[in-house]
T-cell receptor, first 119, second 110 residues
Framework: GAVVSQHPSRVICKSGTSVKIECRSLDFQATTMFWYRQFPKQSLMLMAT?????????EQGVEKDKFLINHASLTLSTLTVTSAHPEDSSFYIC???????????????FGNGTRLTVT | DAKTTQPPSMDCAEGRAANLPCNHS???????VYWYRQIHSQGPQYIIHGLKNNETNEMASLIITEDRKSSTLILPHATLRDTAVYYCIFPKTSYDKVIFGPGTSLSVIP
């Protein structure tokens, strides 16, 4: 089946530093990838839609200058949390769907998430 | 947003069938119902999806009502490893993104 690999699985950083999270589709090409964040005991919250070769589309309330998304190839999207603060501590999850299908008729495949802790 | 309604939590005895309901009364005719689950501290896992007909795969069965306003995910013989949060969603055709609701926290009890 389609596999999405996310790295790192866990990262601890100091306040004010930047952290990059990678999301790779291992055995398929993904025109679109999605980034979510999840706080304890809450559901996934969509942050942005990452499109290969173009700018990401951010959800309302998500700061695009703080959460930089790059989707430079059909198998890799990165999320960089810039100038991280303790309130950015969360579980970040990426997902992708195969090829150029729309999400409504093609399942998403998820990475295993990145646990970010900002001290 | 595409809204679904699910019970916040359910219990199921190990070995018994787990039936998880979902209401999606605003679903449109060409929108699929998807089910995912998330085990603690992992990414969500795709389970099954369907449009009109009932569906079955190696993980579960999906029963969709004739009016498509609700569906039920069935885990035929629940195991302890099925303890997870189960999400029912229907991605809109009008925009390409997937929004998650709160889901149902299923606890399988020995």
């Amino acid at each position: 089946g389609a596999v999405v690999s996310q790295h790192p699985s866990r990262v601890i950083c100091k306040s004010g530093t930047s952290v990059k999270i990678e999301c790779r589709s291992l055995d398929f090409q993904a025109t679109t990838m999605f980034w979510y964040r999840q706080f304890p005991k809450q559901s996934l919250m969509l942050m942005a839609t990452s499109n290969e070769g173009s700018k990401a589309t951010y959800e309302q309330g998500v700061e695009k200058d703080k959460f930089l998304i790059n989707h430079a190839s059909l198998t890799l999207s990165t999320l960089t949390v810039t100038s991280a603060h303790p309130e950015d501590s969360s579980f970040y999850i990426c997902s992708a769907r195969v090829g150029s299908h729309s999400s409504y008729n093609s399942p998403l495949h998820f990475g295993n998430g990145t646990r970010l802790t900002v001290t | 947003d595409a809204k679904t309604t699910q019970p916040p939590s359910m219990d199921c005895a190990e070995g018994r069938a787990a039936n998880l309901p979902c209401n999606h009364s605003t679903i449109s005719g060409n929108e699929y119902v998807y089910w995912y689950r998330q085990i603690h501290s992992q990414g969500p896992q795709y389970i099954i999806h369907g449009l009109k007909n009932n569906e079955t795969n190696e993980m579960a069965s999906l029963i969709i009502t004739e009016d498509r306003k609700s569906s039920t995910l069935i885990l035929p013989h629940a195991t302890l490893r099925d303890t997870a949060v189960y999400y029912c969603i229907f991605p809109k055709t009008s925009y390409d993104k997937v929004i998650f609701g709160p889901g149902t926290s299923l606890s399988v009890i020995p």
